[in-house]
């Protein structure tokens, strides 16, 4: 028994990832959210100005820039990890 514990139902396995990406999503836009209303909202009013408009744009565009960066050198890293661990466990 176990050795059972590991493998567990792939179908429970996809629906936990799913979760799991959907929370760091929200996570995410939560934090964007934060970052660029105190960068961009300096008086908060019934209508949004111009260059308030263009601040937030730029400031969601570049986190989004900046998060997918390190998304993709956390992906590196933990493929280079991987077969490094793979090779020594051989």
């Not at 990406?21 to 008086?43: I, N, P, S, Y």
């Not at 260059?51 to 998304?71: A, G, H, K, P, W």
Request: charged share 25%; net charge negative.
């Amino acid at each position: 028994m176990d050795g059972q514990g590991a493998t567990a139902d792939p179908q429970l396995q996809q629906f936990i990832e799913v979760e799991t990406q959907k929370q760091r999503f929200q996570q995410l836009v939560h934090q964007m959210t934060e970052v660029c209303w105190e960068k961009c909202m300096d008086k908060p009013g019934p209508k949004m100005d111009s260059r308030t408009e263009m601040c937030f744009v730029n400031c969601v565009e570049r986190f989004i820039d900046t998060s997918q960066f390190i998304l993709n050198r956390l992906e590196q890293t933990q493929r280079s990890r991987g077969s490094f661990s793979e090779t020594m466990s051989d």
